[in-house]
């Protein structure tokens, strides 16, 4: 006979009644407000092991959704901020966040005019721009409708959207090399695979929607959602509650590729991500999440929102190949734009822990250096300039990516050493860089040859054994899988089946995410990945403007 509480529902089945029952509701404009809601002692209720049976029959269910969005509209229940939102920037639960924005001005954009607009609000060329300037001066005014002094701030919003709209400034293409000065301009034409799944490397659609589900059936969406942030909590708390948090960010998915979704799947993106939320907001108020966990995800959310209107519409006119341009910190723009808190929240239900404000701008730090070290060759080649790697080209390349990676395995050692919490969305972060389809990382590096007509130069980072072994000893209490385990040279396919039998188990995960980040932290690995100078990719690059 099963035990009482192996009877009850698991908070997973529970959330995914919830968001089908959300979502039906959001398809019926007539139902509204109720005049009796629940209270909001009962709605902290509801969400208790022992009341989930009498949640899940469909009309408690339906009361339920009705009595929270009753109290939603009339302000009893903010999300994160002393106050409701007055407006569809702020508002969390509005199902129509959509960052598209018709635009003419074929990258023809004068800077001057960007820079006055986003100091006196003047009028540019590029709708995206202004589109982006007007949703962060929203926010900005409204700093009571969101968590605004903690984490994220008003001033972290409006230095974000500066450093991204002002990025092609500045403009630095005189690099030099191990070869000499000026020889940047004699690098080959840097090459790197498109971002579509693989055929053969990737695990076929109806497989992975098996093994790593969502509402959208988007492998891009799974990709992140499973990869990242739920892989950060190693396991170690509720399956359910990860995968709300994980749907919450549907947002920052419709922020970064809504051009690549048809109505249809935007539609589902707005109402699950929603329904997310609220489930979230359950959960707070039943005390399965602090507050602590809860006001930061929002305001990271918010935040990203104002960011995800940008589009760079330059590209079209900027020069192809290596350069530099204007940034001022490898993490302001990040700090926002890597959506870091909905991996954040798993690792601190897992461990208990909570972060400074310094702590995440560390962790950005290092999960920056890693994505764009990653990326750095396919951003050369879609003039992606929203990469910090690339932007902070100046001077000598060699000696540049030598003290970038080896500022990211010290950066890594430093939080692997002094917080689970941030050693965790670390390992995620790594997990994901190698298993998702659009980072390419097994093509690149069974595609790299080394130019045997150019000397290869020393780098420190990769010769000097004490960063790799400090990494590993920071490592080490997370485990290992021996043989068994991931590495950057398996195809995407295979981990993709391995992954899968660690989930659940905290031990093989937490295992397997240290052997993951091993392999792809690996010095040599890094400098594979970015020394344009001596490594050349040699395959087929594909379609380069594909938007996964």
């Not at 500045?170 to 940047?184: A, M, N, Q, R, V």
């Not at 579509?196 to 992975?208: A, F, G, I, K, L």
């Not at 590729?257 to 959960?283: H, M, P, R, V």
């Not at 079209?316 to 530099?324: I, K, N, V």
Request: glycine share 6%.
């Amino acid at each position: 006979m099963l035990e009482p509480n192996r009877r009850r529902p698991s908070l997973y089945l529970v959330y995914l009644a919830w968001v089908d029952a959300w979502m039906s509701l959001s398809e019926r404009p007539d139902v509204g407000v109720i005049e009796a809601p629940l209270s909001l002692k009962e709605l902290s209720r509801v969400l208790i092991a022992s009341n989930r049976f009498e949640l899940l029959k469909e009309k408690n269910l339906t009361t339920t959704i009705q009595s929270f969005k009753t109290h939603y509209k009339t302000g009893n229940i903010k999300l994160g901020g002393a106050k409701s939102a007055t407006c569809e920037e702020t508002d969390l639960l509005s199902e129509r966040y959509d960052p598209r924005t018709p635009c003419h001005c074929d990258g023809d954009i004068p800077y001057q005019q960007i820079k006055s607009l986003v100091i006196s609000g003047d009028s540019t060329k590029c709708q995206t721009v202004e589109s982006t300037v007007r949703a962060m001066k929203e926010i900005r005014a409204r700093p009571d409708e969101w968590n605004s002094t903690d984490i994220f701030t008003v001033e972290s919003l409006g230095d974000a959207i500066h450093e991204l709209v002002w990025a092609n400034m500045e403009i630095h293409t005189e690099l030099d090399t191990c070869k000499g000065p000026g020889t940047g301009r004699e690098i080959p034409t840097v090459q790197a695979p498109d971002r579509r799944p693989h055929p053969v490397n990737d695990t076929s659609p109806e497989v992975s929607s098996q093994l790593y589900p969502t509402s959208e059936s988007i492998k891009l969406c799974a990709d992140a959602k499973h990869y990242f942030a739920m892989a950060a909590g190693a396991s170690g708390c509720d399956y359910g509650l990860a995968r709300a948090i994980a749907d919450s960010g549907n947002d920052i998915l419709i922020g970064d590729y809504c051009e690549a979704a048809d109505e249809t799947t935007l539609t589902l993106l707005w109402q699950s991500g929603a329904a997310a939320i609220a489930f979230l907001k359950l959960c707070n108020l039943s005390g399965l999440m602090t507050n602590w966990q809860f006001n930061n995800l929002m305001a990271g959310i918010l935040q990203f929102r104002a960011l995800g209107y940008y589009r760079d519409h330059s590209r079209l006119r900027l020069p192809d190949g290596l350069y530099g341009s204007r940034m001022t910190n490898l993490t302001t723009h990040r700090y926002i734009d890597l959506g870091l808190f909905n991996a954040v929240v798993p690792a601190s239900l897992t461990t208990g822990e909570q972060l400074t404000k310094h702590q995440y701008s560390e962790l950005v730090k290092a999960c920056a250096l890693i994505n764009d070290l990653v990326d750095f060759r396919s951003d050369i080649k879609r003039k992606q300039r929203e990469n910090v790697v690339l932007r902070g080209l100046r001077g000598n390349v060699c000696n540049y990516l030598d003290e970038l990676i080896g500022d990211c395995l010290d950066t890594t050692a430093s939080l692997l050493e002094t917080s689970r919490l941030c050693a965790l969305v670390l390992m995620g972060f790594c997990n994901w860089s190698i298993m998702s389809s659009h980072h390419k990382v097994y093509e690149l590096m069974k595609g790299m040859e080394l130019d045997t007509n150019t000397p290869l130069c020393q780098y420190t980072s990769t010769d000097n054994e004490s960063k790799r072994k400090r990494l590993l000893n920071a490592l080490a209490p997370f485990g290992t899988l021996g043989k068994e385990g991931p590495n950057v040279r398996r195809r995407r396919f295979e981990l993709d089946k391995l992954y899968a039998t660690c989930i659940g188990n905290k031990r093989r995960h937490s295992a397997w995410l240290a052997d993951i980040s091993r392999s792809l932290l690996c010095p040599g690995t890094l400098r594979t990945l970015v020394d344009v100078v001596h490594y050349q990719w040699e395959g087929q690059a594909g379609d380069v403007e594909y938007c996964p």
